[in-house]
T-cell receptor
């Protein structure tokens, strides 16, 4: 069964460094998402992406964040200058975009630790 | 704004007991979608079920069943004859209709099934 994949599974970085998290959505899906989960807390929406542009974003998704689909398969989340509070699990998800039958399927996550 | 409340932070049961996880949602939209996801200790988010606001039919899938009641804005999840492998955090989530696709998650219920 097709699944969303994410790399790396874990990333440790120093405060102020740039990180890029990568995702390969399910191949026939049209909508892509990033969510984050700070340890022990709820899952929070960051951004959705469709037709090569951002369709929705949350207040969390400020100028430090950007997303890109650099080729036909990858979907990336870039954090320009990481802060301690960016430490979290980051989930990528994708969906078909078909409306009421639509379900978001999540990848296994990237655990980001900012020191 | 949408809101999902999972009042039960942690539940502990003994194997073979039945357990119900509560989910109460708030939205002003008449069209919306409700979801349950499972997060096992390995950390990934596993889709369990989607329910559309116009379909109040309850659903059973093996040991899992879901009770959707619009009158009380609840979408509860019951596991019958629980097993140790059911131990996980369970999240209820809400998406409104239309072009918006972001999921609003509840804070999750940690279910521990003891042998």
């Amino acid at each position: 069964e097709p699944e969303v994949t994410q790399t790396p599974s874990h990333q440790v970085t120093q405060m102020g460094q740039e990180v890029i998290l990568r995702c390969v959505p399910i191949s026939n899906h049209l909508y892509f998402y990033w969510y984050r989960q700070i340890l022990g807390q709820k899952v929070e929406f960051l951004v959705s992406f469709y037709n090569n542009e951002i369709s929705e974003k949350s207040e969390i998704f400020d100028d430090q964040f950007s997303v890109e689909r650099p080729d036909g398969s990858n979907f990336t989340l870039k954090i320009r200058s990481t802060k301690l509070e960016d430490s979290a699990m980051y989930f990528c998800a994708s969906s078909t975009g078909t409306g009421y039958q639509e379900t978001q399927y999540f990848g296994p996550g990237t655990r980001l630790l900012v020191l | 704004a949408q809101k999902v409340t999972q009042a039960q932070t942690e539940i502990s049961v003994v194997e073979k007991e039945d357990v119900t996880l509560d989910c109460v949602y708030e939205t002003r939209d008449t069209t919306y979608y409700l979801f349950w996801y499972k997060q096992p200790p390995s950390g990934e988010l596993v889709f369990l079920i989607r329910r559309n606001s116009f379909d109040e039919q309850n659903e059973i899938s093996g040991r899992y069943s879901w009770n959707f009641q619009k009158s009380t804005s609840s979408f509860n999840f019951t596991i019958t004859a629980s097993q140790v492998v059911d131990s996980a955090v369970y999240f209820c989530a809400l998406r409104i209709g239309g072009s918006a696709r972001q999921l609003t998650f509840g804070s999750g219920t940690q279910l521990t099934v003891l042998p």
